[in-house]
Nanobody, 116 residues
């Protein structure tokens, strides 16, 4: 079982930016599909972005044009660049392998708080 460790969360003002990182203990090339979820208190977990080895990406409508997911297979790291942040982006953000399937692994999450 791979281990995932997220970092880069914090407090930022609306309109600001943050870059989240997810360091994976195993080969993300072998895993292929990677993603970021988020979950705010009292809300359902939302799949924010996914990326596969060929670089294809998908985004939730709520973050399109503002967030960018990327990966560095050599470093076994996945990133989430978040620009023009809004208060409604406040959540705990989780990195996951094989998003959208029952076979994935999860990190412990990193808190992102956007103040208005």
């Amino acid at each position: 079982q791979v281990q995932l460790v997220e970092s880069g969360g914090g407090l930022v003002q609306a309109g600001g930016s943050l870059r989240l990182s997810c360091a994976v203990s195993g080969s993300i090339f072998a895993i292929n599909a990677m993603g970021w979820y988020r979950q705010a208190p009292g809300e359902q977990r939302e799949l924010v972005a996914t990326i596969v080895n060929d670089g294809s990406t998908n985004y939730a409508d709520s973050v399109k044009g503002r967030f960018t997911i990327s990966r560095d297979n050599a470093k076994n790291t996945v990133y989430l660049q978040m620009n023009n942040l809004k208060p409604e982006d406040t959540s705990v953000y989780y990195c996951a392998t094989r998003p959208g399937t029952p076979f994935g692994s999860w990190g412990q999450g990193t808190q992102v708080t956007v103040s208005s």
